[in-house]
């Protein structure tokens, strides 16, 4: 179990150093998670983008980008094709999103021809650390996937369990979130919930799946003391698992803008991780980013 964004980066400065390969790298805040990960030995970085650019912000930075590998790329077309590129011949273990809009991005990933797919569907975790929620919250999948169906829920729901599991998780709980906890038939949310969480298939992760259940019920152990509701691992997620993009979206929003949530953002289910996050997020999350896609590269 994960408690903190600062044992993410605990845990990747303990391993080898890694390699991301960063598409669309003239962006400041992104050259700064960078360096701070050069700095203390997470990982290199190859930055793909307008080169003048890029060297004029490193110096800037006060950085020599003469020590850095730079690969000139103008359009967002050609910055997300080059570092995928980086990561299919085996030049980088991941790849992270820079000042670059995330339809770009994942058209090069999911190119038949040259991208990085590997099965049907790829999905978007956001790990948040919430002051006063006592471990790490994910939320999924508010970046990618707008309105999944109950098929694809599910392997939204497998990615996140697979990719925790690889983080060493020995127990993992999880919520379908919705309005409420009583099953209305004519809200697919809801019956898509109470089928997700019958399958027998989770198991296999030693997951606990709720569902339907409110955000209150599933994250808050005195609102199920208050409301009477058990459910297995109802009050303590590890995993939020939402209905559709915007739901997930304007949550994790919500947390960082609202709450002061520190967070980082991955997409799973490529053959290597996707860091994710929005391009207004802080140096600090594209850095907590990249430590995460380490772990899980």
Same mark, same amino acid.
């Given at each position: 179990m994960l408690h903190s964004m600062q044992e993410i980066l605990d845990r990747a400065k303990a391993m080898p150093e890694r390699s991301v390969a960063v598409a669309a790298a003239h962006d400041r805040?992104?050259?700064e998670?960078?360096?701070?990960?050069?700095?203390?030995?997470v990982a290199e970085a190859t930055l793909v983008g307008r080169q003048a650019q890029i060297e004029a912000m490193l110096a800037d930075l006060g950085a020599d980008p003469e020590a850095f590998a730079i690969i000139d790329a103008e359009t967002d077309a050609d910055c997300a094709a080059k570092a995928v590129a980086c990561v299919r011949e085996g030049g980088a273990n991941c790849i992270l999103k820079g000042l670059i809009g995330t339809g770009d991005l994942m058209r090069a990933v999911l190119n038949r021809e040259t991208g990085i797919r590997k099965g049907a569907l790829l999905s978007h975790?956001?790990?948040?650390? @919430?002051p006063g929620y006592p471990k790490l919250l994910v939320n999924t999948d508010g970046g990618l996937n707008t309105a999944p169906t109950l098929e694809q829920k599910e392997v939204i729901l497998e990615n996140a369990a697979q990719a925790l599991q690889k983080l060493g998780y020995e127990k993992i709980c999880a919520s379908c979130i919705c309005g409420a906890e009583v099953v209305n038939?004519?809200?697919v949310a809801m019956t898509d919930a109470q089928a997700l969480a019958a399958m027998d298939k989770w198991a296999q992760y030693n997951m606990e799946v709720a569902g339907p259940i409110s955000l209150d019920l599933a994250v808050s152990p005195a609102a199920c003391a208050h409301?009477?509701?058990t459910a297995p691992g109802a009050g303590e997620a590890d995993i939020?698992? @939402?209905p559709t993009y915007e739901v997930g979206n304007a949550m994790g929003k919500a947390l960082t803008l609202f709450a002061g949530a520190k967070n980082a953002g991955i997409v799973v289910g490529a053959k290597a991780p996707i860091l994710l996050v929005s391009r207004a997020d802080t140096a600090e999350a594209k850095l907590a980013s990249i430590a995460?896609?380490?772990l899980l590269g």
């Open positions: 805040e992104v050259l998670a960078v360096m701070m990960a050069k700095e203390m030995g975790m956001m790990f948040y650390e @919430v038939p004519k809200i409301k009477h509701f939020l698992l @939402v995460l896609g380490c």
